[in-house]
Protein backbone atom coordinates (compact mmCIF):
# COMPACT_ATOMS: atom_id res chain seq x y z
CA UNK A 1 0.00 0.00 0.00
CA UNK A 2 1.58 3.38 -0.76
CA UNK A 3 1.80 5.59 2.04
CA UNK A 4 -0.63 7.82 2.58
CA UNK A 5 1.58 11.15 2.32
CA UNK A 6 1.70 10.15 -1.24
CA UNK A 7 -2.02 10.12 -1.99
CA UNK A 8 -2.62 13.16 -4.44
CA UNK A 9 -5.87 13.28 -6.71
CA UNK A 10 -4.63 15.33 -9.33
CA UNK A 11 -1.87 15.31 -11.48
CA UNK A 12 1.34 15.01 -11.03
CA UNK A 13 4.16 15.75 -13.13
CA UNK A 14 8.09 15.11 -12.90
CA UNK A 15 10.81 17.72 -14.54
CA UNK A 16 14.62 18.03 -13.66
CA UNK A 17 15.85 21.09 -12.75
CA UNK A 18 17.99 23.49 -14.84
CA UNK A 19 17.39 23.42 -18.76
CA UNK A 20 14.57 20.99 -18.89
CA UNK A 21 12.65 23.16 -16.03
CA UNK A 22 13.66 25.93 -18.15
CA UNK A 23 13.03 25.03 -21.64
CA UNK A 24 9.85 23.19 -20.54
CA UNK A 25 8.71 26.61 -18.66
CA UNK A 26 6.72 28.06 -21.71
CA UNK A 27 4.95 24.39 -22.00
CA UNK A 28 3.40 24.75 -18.92
CA UNK A 29 2.41 28.09 -19.28
CA UNK A 30 0.37 27.05 -22.67
CA UNK A 31 -0.80 24.13 -20.48
CA UNK A 32 -2.14 26.97 -17.50
CA UNK A 33 0.12 25.98 -15.00
CA UNK A 34 2.47 28.11 -13.40
CA UNK A 35 4.71 26.44 -10.74
CA UNK A 36 4.46 28.44 -7.14
CA UNK A 37 8.15 28.31 -6.11
CA UNK A 38 11.14 28.01 -8.54
CA UNK A 39 13.08 25.14 -8.04
CA UNK A 40 16.71 26.53 -8.60
CA UNK A 41 16.09 28.76 -5.68
CA UNK A 42 13.41 26.64 -3.51
CA UNK A 43 14.73 23.31 -1.61
CA UNK A 44 11.39 21.81 -2.11
CA UNK A 45 11.11 18.88 -4.49
CA UNK A 46 7.44 19.22 -4.45
CA UNK A 47 6.27 22.32 -5.86
CA UNK A 48 2.60 23.65 -5.83
CA UNK A 49 1.04 25.39 -8.73
CA UNK A 50 -1.46 27.46 -9.27
CA UNK A 51 -3.87 24.74 -10.17
CA UNK A 52 -4.48 22.54 -7.08
CA UNK A 53 -5.34 19.60 -9.25
CA UNK A 54 -1.44 19.59 -10.58
CA UNK A 55 1.64 19.37 -8.51
CA UNK A 56 5.55 19.23 -9.91
CA UNK A 57 8.16 17.19 -8.51
CA UNK A 58 11.74 17.51 -8.93
CA UNK A 59 14.14 15.01 -10.03
CA UNK A 60 17.25 13.82 -10.92
CA UNK A 61 16.50 13.75 -15.34
CA UNK A 62 18.07 10.39 -15.27
CA UNK A 63 15.17 9.68 -12.64
CA UNK A 64 12.14 11.01 -14.55
CA UNK A 65 11.47 8.12 -16.18
CA UNK A 66 11.47 5.72 -13.38
CA UNK A 67 8.97 7.90 -11.38
CA UNK A 68 6.58 7.98 -14.36
CA UNK A 69 7.16 4.16 -14.85
CA UNK A 70 6.01 3.42 -11.12
CA UNK A 71 3.22 5.71 -10.96
CA UNK A 72 5.18 7.89 -8.95
CA UNK A 73 4.48 10.35 -11.56
CA UNK A 74 1.88 10.95 -13.75
CA UNK A 75 3.62 12.55 -16.70
CA UNK A 76 7.17 13.53 -17.03
CA UNK A 77 9.73 15.30 -19.63
CA UNK A 78 12.44 13.21 -20.13
CA UNK A 79 16.00 13.68 -22.54
CA UNK A 80 15.52 11.09 -25.48
CA UNK A 81 19.31 10.23 -24.10
CA UNK A 82 18.01 9.33 -20.69
CA UNK A 83 14.86 6.79 -22.58
CA UNK A 84 17.03 5.15 -24.42
CA UNK A 85 19.07 4.54 -21.39
CA UNK A 86 15.78 3.81 -19.53
CA UNK A 87 14.55 1.03 -21.74
CA UNK A 88 10.96 3.07 -22.54
CA UNK A 89 8.92 0.44 -20.08
CA UNK A 90 5.85 1.07 -18.13
CA UNK A 91 6.14 4.68 -20.67
CA UNK A 92 3.68 5.76 -23.37
CA UNK A 93 5.83 8.70 -25.00
CA UNK A 94 3.08 11.09 -27.12
CA UNK A 95 5.40 14.11 -27.53
CA UNK A 96 8.41 14.87 -29.36
CA UNK A 97 8.62 18.56 -27.68
CA UNK A 98 11.47 19.46 -29.35
CA UNK A 99 13.59 21.32 -26.35
CA UNK A 100 17.03 20.64 -25.07
CA UNK A 101 18.20 19.14 -28.47
CA UNK A 102 21.69 17.75 -28.68
CA UNK A 103 23.42 14.79 -30.06
CA UNK A 104 24.80 11.94 -28.85
CA UNK A 105 28.20 10.75 -29.91
CA UNK A 106 31.25 8.86 -30.37
CA UNK A 107 34.04 11.48 -29.49
CA UNK A 108 38.19 10.46 -29.77
CA UNK A 109 41.19 12.53 -29.16
CA UNK A 110 42.48 14.98 -32.36
CA UNK A 111 43.72 12.41 -34.65
CA UNK A 112 42.74 9.25 -33.13
CA UNK A 113 42.56 6.69 -36.05
CA UNK A 114 38.60 5.91 -35.24
CA UNK A 115 38.12 3.92 -38.51
CA UNK A 116 41.25 2.61 -38.42
CA UNK A 117 41.25 0.86 -34.96
CA UNK A 118 37.85 -0.54 -35.88
CA UNK A 119 38.94 -1.97 -39.22
CA UNK A 120 41.59 -3.35 -37.53
CA UNK A 121 39.39 -5.03 -34.67
CA UNK A 122 40.92 -3.06 -31.83
CA UNK A 123 39.10 -3.83 -28.51
CA UNK A 124 38.18 0.00 -27.50
CA UNK A 125 37.60 0.97 -24.36
CA UNK A 126 34.34 3.48 -24.19
CA UNK A 127 33.90 5.67 -21.14
CA UNK A 128 30.23 6.95 -20.82
CA UNK A 129 26.92 7.55 -18.52
CA UNK A 130 25.34 5.91 -21.27
CA UNK A 131 26.35 2.20 -20.48
CA UNK A 132 23.55 0.47 -22.18
CA UNK A 133 23.53 2.68 -25.20
CA UNK A 134 26.74 2.84 -25.94
CA UNK A 135 26.65 -1.25 -25.52
CA UNK A 136 24.34 -1.60 -27.74
CA UNK A 137 25.68 1.27 -30.38
CA UNK A 138 29.15 -1.06 -30.86
CA UNK A 139 27.63 -4.40 -30.44
CA UNK A 140 25.12 -3.25 -33.97
CA UNK A 141 28.87 -2.57 -36.08
CA UNK A 142 30.06 -5.39 -34.25
CA UNK A 143 33.20 -3.58 -32.31
CA UNK A 144 34.50 -4.67 -29.53
CA UNK A 145 34.09 -2.91 -26.07
CA UNK A 146 35.40 -2.92 -22.91
CA UNK A 147 32.80 0.11 -20.85
CA UNK A 148 33.68 1.87 -18.57
CA UNK A 149 30.81 3.85 -16.50
CA UNK A 150 31.49 7.16 -15.46
CA UNK A 151 29.08 10.14 -14.14
CA UNK A 152 30.17 13.39 -15.41
CA UNK A 153 32.85 14.98 -17.29
CA UNK A 154 33.56 12.26 -19.28
CA UNK A 155 35.66 14.24 -21.78
CA UNK A 156 38.35 13.71 -18.97
CA UNK A 157 38.98 9.74 -19.33
CA UNK A 158 40.46 9.62 -22.93
CA UNK A 159 42.98 12.77 -21.57
CA UNK A 160 43.76 10.78 -18.81
CA UNK A 161 44.09 7.56 -20.69
CA UNK A 162 41.10 6.10 -18.66
CA UNK A 163 39.59 5.33 -21.84
CA UNK A 164 39.76 5.41 -25.54
CA UNK A 165 36.98 7.06 -26.47
CA UNK A 166 33.76 8.50 -24.79
CA UNK A 167 29.99 8.28 -25.65
CA UNK A 168 28.34 11.55 -24.65
CA UNK A 169 26.32 14.37 -25.32
CA UNK A 170 27.06 17.10 -27.74
CA UNK A 171 25.90 20.37 -28.92
CA UNK A 172 28.15 23.16 -30.06
CA UNK A 173 31.25 20.91 -29.51
CA UNK A 174 33.19 23.57 -27.62
CA UNK A 175 33.53 21.41 -24.87
CA UNK A 176 35.18 18.76 -27.02
CA UNK A 177 37.38 21.29 -28.88
CA UNK A 178 38.54 22.56 -25.66
CA UNK A 179 39.97 19.35 -24.17
CA UNK A 180 41.45 18.33 -28.10
CA UNK A 181 39.05 16.21 -28.60
CA UNK A 182 36.10 15.48 -32.25
CA UNK A 183 32.90 13.97 -32.60
CA UNK A 184 33.56 11.18 -34.99
CA UNK A 185 30.25 9.41 -35.27
CA UNK A 186 26.10 10.03 -34.27
CA UNK A 187 24.64 7.79 -31.88
CA UNK A 188 21.48 9.54 -32.17
CA UNK A 189 19.78 13.06 -32.54
CA UNK A 190 18.50 13.53 -28.94
CA UNK A 191 15.79 16.35 -27.96
CA UNK A 192 13.01 16.15 -24.88
CA UNK A 193 9.92 13.99 -24.76
CA UNK A 194 6.90 13.91 -23.11
CA UNK A 195 6.07 10.66 -21.38
CA UNK A 196 3.06 9.39 -19.57
CA UNK A 197 2.72 6.50 -17.29
CA UNK A 198 0.77 3.82 -19.36
CA UNK A 199 -1.69 3.17 -16.70
CA UNK A 200 -2.56 6.54 -15.86
CA UNK A 201 -3.15 7.21 -19.10
CA UNK A 202 -5.40 4.77 -19.38
CA UNK A 203 -7.59 5.17 -16.20
CA UNK A 204 -6.97 8.86 -15.99
CA UNK A 205 -6.90 10.16 -19.56
CA UNK A 206 -10.01 12.68 -18.48
CA UNK A 207 -7.15 15.11 -16.57
CA UNK A 208 -3.82 13.74 -18.58
CA UNK A 209 -5.34 14.47 -21.61
CA UNK A 210 -6.05 18.09 -21.80
CA UNK A 211 -2.40 18.54 -20.26
CA UNK A 212 -0.72 16.50 -23.31
CA UNK A 213 -3.06 18.59 -26.36
CA UNK A 214 -2.11 22.08 -24.55
CA UNK A 215 1.74 20.49 -24.46
CA UNK A 216 1.50 19.55 -27.77
CA UNK A 217 -0.15 23.24 -28.76
CA UNK A 218 3.08 24.95 -27.12
CA UNK A 219 5.98 22.70 -29.15
CA UNK A 220 7.76 25.01 -31.22
CA UNK A 221 6.26 28.49 -29.65
CA UNK A 222 8.68 30.57 -28.16
P1 LIG B 1 22.52 15.56 -13.54
O1 LIG B 1 22.95 17.00 -13.50
O2 LIG B 1 21.40 15.23 -12.59
O3 LIG B 1 23.64 14.57 -13.53
P2 LIG B 1 22.21 15.86 -16.32
O4 LIG B 1 23.57 16.43 -16.39
O5 LIG B 1 21.86 14.77 -17.27
O6 LIG B 1 21.80 15.33 -14.91
P3 LIG B 1 21.09 18.18 -17.55
O7 LIG B 1 22.46 18.65 -17.92
O8 LIG B 1 20.08 19.14 -17.05
O9 LIG B 1 21.15 17.04 -16.46
O10 LIG B 1 20.51 17.44 -18.82
C1 LIG B 1 19.18 17.04 -18.88
C2 LIG B 1 18.87 16.65 -20.30
O11 LIG B 1 19.05 17.77 -21.17
C3 LIG B 1 19.77 15.55 -20.87
O12 LIG B 1 19.27 14.28 -20.55
C4 LIG B 1 19.71 15.83 -22.34
O13 LIG B 1 18.54 15.24 -22.91
C5 LIG B 1 19.58 17.35 -22.41
N1 LIG B 1 20.90 18.00 -22.58
C6 LIG B 1 22.02 17.78 -21.86
N2 LIG B 1 23.04 18.54 -22.29
C7 LIG B 1 22.54 19.28 -23.31
C8 LIG B 1 23.11 20.30 -24.16
N3 LIG B 1 24.38 20.67 -24.06
N4 LIG B 1 22.29 20.86 -25.08
C9 LIG B 1 21.01 20.50 -25.19
N5 LIG B 1 20.44 19.54 -24.42
C10 LIG B 1 21.18 18.94 -23.49
MG1 LIG C 1 24.53 17.93 -17.56
Not at 40 to 68: C, F, K, N
Not at 73 to 100: C, N
Not at 188 to 214: C, F, G, H, Q, T
Request: proline share 5%; with cysteine.
Amino acid sequence: MMNPGARFEGVTIALSKGRIFEDTAHLLKAAGITPLADPEHSRQLILPTDRPDVRLVIVRASDVPTYVQYGAADIGVAGKDVLMEHGGGGLYQPLDLQIAKCRLMVAVPQGFDYAGAIRRGARLRVATKYETTARNHFAEKGVHVDLIKLYGSMELAPLTGLADVIVDLVSSGNTLKANRLEAVEEIAAISARLIVNVAAWKLNRSRIAPIVEAFSRGVGLP
